[in-house]
């Protein structure tokens, strides 16, 4: 069963190249202009090829790879790594095998990291979602990077707001109502869901939201339950904060059985599991920072110790949009991307959402961060205080179904 969700997800993932041009000669795509090297480089991975969020890590890796100029043996990769004692040998082991630079792409690898980098002042290690690397007075050798993912779920939702807009014009849809499946009550997953949702607002305002929490990042069974669960209550999209085909994939039987039913993905184009439901998918493109990290080390750089990049650095991107978007979203799409670029459009705009009737002007109460000023100049700063997501407000117009339950 893991060999056929590999081949699917292969075949899924068609991520958009990532800019290159800092490792590459002008005018020669792909032949490596970073000098020769003997650097190896380590990737501690929560999953692997067969779940989406690391197969996305591991093309970007390989993104870089490849931009760089390194060769097969240069990249030691550590499948399936828990969030535990393994996680620790694991970089300890990538250490003793030469690795100067190691990544880790998951939450719970981060005080392993962190161990093992007190250890081993001589090696870099690079935490994708964490949030301390600021913290670690004396320590120059641990630094956190994300995307800003946010914004591709923003334009996502606009990409929802548009067909909602058009089947409640067609008299198809009466209640504005969505749905989302979430893996945790994390700032991570509210950050996300948040920007899907004011996305859809900007087009349909009067739209309202239900959160379901499967307690899982990757569940085909599980996501599909919940999905199944939202669509029962009268949700006519449903989006979602979780890594496998299960929720689109259950919105496509729903459709094909006649309902009024469509999906937003996340990390992989969903079009091959849900050809007539999938709408977009918002995607990380992790090539942007590989490169940009592996690149630095080669020409004896300092890396930045929190990294987040958006559609300004190409970190970010929905995937394909399906025959099923509402007329007019791709201009919609475009326009959007080039505001949030310029700074003309920003997600978490305060004057957009509301929380208890009222507009914030001030929010110092992110969970870890007690005391840190979030809100200035009228919108909430995701991401640049520290890479990792911070917006943890529940604003109106959003129901977390089963939060209580999901640790």
């Known amino acids: 069963m893991k060999r056929f969700i590999a081949v699917v997800l292969a075949a899924l993932m068609a991520l958009a190249a990532v800019t290159l041009t800092a ?12 000098p020769k090297t003997d650097i190896k480089v380590g990737a501690i991975l929560i999953g692997d090829e067969n779940e989406g969020y690391t197969y996305a890590h591991i093309e970007g890796i390989e993104q870089a790879k490849k931009a760089c100029g390194l060769s097969d043996d240069q990249v030691i990769y550590k499948y399936s790594v828990l969030e535990d004692e393994s996680c620790y040998a694991a970089a300890i082991d990538l250490v003793e095998q030469g690795c100067k630079v190691i990544f880790a792409n998951s939450f719970g690898h981060e005080s392993y990291m962190i161990q093992a980098a007190k250890e081993h002042p001589e090696v870099l290690f690079c935490h994708a979602t964490g949030q301390t690397a600021a913290k670690q007075e004396g320590m120059e050798n641990i630094f956190n990077y994300f995307t800003g993912i946010y914004q591709a779920r923003y334009v996502s939702g606009i990409v ?44 349909v305002p009067e739209a309202h939201m239900d959160v379901q929490y499967t307690g899982s990042w990757f569940s085909i069974t599980d996501e599909a339950e919940a999905a199944n669960t939202l669509m029962a209550r009268g949700c006519v999209i449903i989006g979602q904060h979780a890594d496998s085909t299960g929720a689109p994939s259950a919105v496509q039987a ?4 006649g309902e009024t039913v469509y999906s937003v993905g996340y990390n992989v184009d969903m079009l091959k599991v849900a050809p007539d439901a999938a709408l977009t998918s918002p995607q990380n493109n992790w090539g ?3 490169t940009y990290a592996i690149k630095t080390v080669i020409d004896g750089g300092k890396l930045q110790q929190d990294w987040c990049g958006g559609y300004s650095e190409d970190a970010v991107q929905i995937s394909e949009l399906g025959k099923s978007c509402a007329e007019g979203t791709k201009a919609a799409v475009d326009e959007a991307i080039a505001k949030i670029k310029s700074g003309e459009l920003h997600v978490f705009d305060c004057s957009t959402f509301t929380v208890n009737g009222e507009h ?34 529940r604003i109106d117009g959003i129901t977390e179904l089963n939060a209580d339950s999901i640790g």
């Open 160 to 203: 929802a707001g548009l067909k909602l807009k058009e089947l409640m014009d067609a008299g198809k849809v009466s209640d504005p109502y969505i749905g989302y499946v979430g893996a945790f009550p994390y700032a991570e997953v509210v950050s996300g869901y948040t920007a899907f949702f004011l996305g859809i607002q900007s087009i």
């Open 254 to 257: 729903k459709l094909e059985a």
């Open 360 to 393: 914030l002007t001030s929010y110092d109460k992110s969970w870890g961060f007690e005391g840190l000023e979030l809100i200035w100049d009228g919108y909430f700063h995701e991401s640049e205080k520290i890479s990792a997501p911070l917006f943890d407000i």
């Open 23 to 34: 490792c590459t000669k002008p005018g020669n795509e792909g032949e490596s202009n970073a």
């Open 288 to 290: 942007a920072y590989y």
